[in-house]
């Protein structure tokens, strides 16, 4: 059984830096990517950052520039640097793999960024 646990949520004052961890255990292979979704009281979750298995990323418009996704992803982790953040990052974020198509989600960890 695929397993992904997140940390590294909490509360921080806007400006300041929170760094989101995730590993993945219970799949024999890596994945082919892996990514950071969120998602804000009464909005739709949005991807935030992808990290692909040849090392390509995508952003977010909203928060290229601000956050970085790295990972190991042959071991099946990954990372979410977040810096200048903002209160509209408030959201609970979650940790995402993808197989050929099938996707795994954490249980989400909630940030929370005050003005």
């Known amino acids: 059984q695929v397993q992904l646990v997140e940390s590294g949520g909490g509360w921080v004052q806007a400006g300041r830096s929170l760094r989101l961890s995730c590993a993945a255990s219970?799949?024999?292979?890596?994945?082919?990517?892996m990514a950071w979704y969120r998602q804000a009281p009464e909005k739709q979750r949005e991807l935030v950052a992808r990290?692909?298995?040849?090392?390509?990323?995508d952003y977010a418009d909203s928060v290229k520039g601000r956050f970085t996704i790295s990972g190991d992803i042959a071991a099946n982790t990954v990372y979410l640097e977040m810096n200048s953040l903002k209160a509209d990052d408030t959201a609970v974020y979650y940790c995402?793999?993808?197989?050929?198509?099938?996707?795994?989600w954490g249980q989400g960890t909630q940030v929370t960024v005050s003005p």
């Open positions: 219970g799949h024999v292979s890596s994945f082919n990517a």
């Open positions: 995402n793999a993808e197989w050929y198509g099938y996707h795994y």
């Open positions: 990290i692909r298995s040849g090392g390509s990323t």
